[in-house]
């Protein structure tokens, strides 16, 4: 699996936007690119996912770079709900085992 | 609410001894998936369920064991409990074997004392 490398950490004022960077340098043509955070000691939630495309959805944006080495996950207006630790994951989609591998994440803290 | 439901909530228990948490995936979910997370070793996967056959393996100790059962919902047992399985306890589920959009309940915070 390709390794990811995030910055440790991250603040963003609240209402504007949080861009939080992932950097996969040795991502292969068949891996896709998962989102999640966890809030303080709650379960890790599910946020987005992508392959090449940009890709949308009512919680986030995640933007891949055309050679697919780095992604972006923008939150369009941040507030306090959303600090959190974010992690970038990349895997093969398969039939194989499906666990996912959390590295250390960012953690994004909104301030008011 | 992600629709995924873990029990108990907490469970303090003293060393030596055996414990079982329970999951109940979401309904439509096939694959039950189980996560560690304690203090310095991160979230880590443990073990995979789907339909109720074994998956996937983490570093699961050969202490803890795992079972799906035919309703779909899972335990995950741990015996002879060390200080060191003070832990979160996480349980995923998905609707196939093959996604990463995987769902996680709240946890079961596990205290050895």
């Avoid at chain 1, 009512?58 to 959190?84: G, Q, V, W």
Wanted: glycine residues 8%.
């Amino acid at each position: 699996d390709a390794k990811t490398t995030q910055p440790p950490s991250m603040d963003c004022a609240e209402g504007r936007a949080a861009n939080l960077p992932c950097n996969h340098s040795t991502i292969s043509g068949n891996e896709y690119v998962y989102w999640y955070r966890q809030i303080h000691s709650q379960g890790p939630q599910y946020i987005i996912h992508g392959l090449k495309n940009n890709e949308t959805n009512e919680m986030a944006s995640l933007i891949i770079t055309e050679d697919r080495k780095s992604s972006t996950l923008i939150l369009p207006h941040a507030t306090l709900r959303d600090t959190a630790v974010y992690y970038c994951i990349v895997r093969v989609v398969g039939n194989a085992g499906n666990m996912l591998t959390f590295g250390g994440g960012t953690r994004l803290m909104v301030k008011p | 609410d992600s629709g995924v439901t873990q029990t108990p909530k907490h469970l303090i228990t003293a060393t030596g001894q055996r414990v079982t948490l329970r999951c109940s995936p979401r309904s439509g979910d096939l694959s039950v998936y189980w996560y560690q997370q304690s203090l310095d070793q991160g979230l880590q996967f443990l073990i995979q369920y789907y339909n109720g056959e074994e998956r996937a393996k983490g570093n699961i100790l050969e202490r803890f064991s795992a079972q799906q059962f035919p309703d779909l919902h899972s335990e995950l047992n741990l015996s002879s409990l060390e200080l060191g399985d003070s832990a979160l306890y996480f349980c995923a589920s998905s609707k196939t074997g093959g996604s990463y959009e995987q769902y996680f309940g709240p946890g079961t915070r596990l205290t050895v004392t």
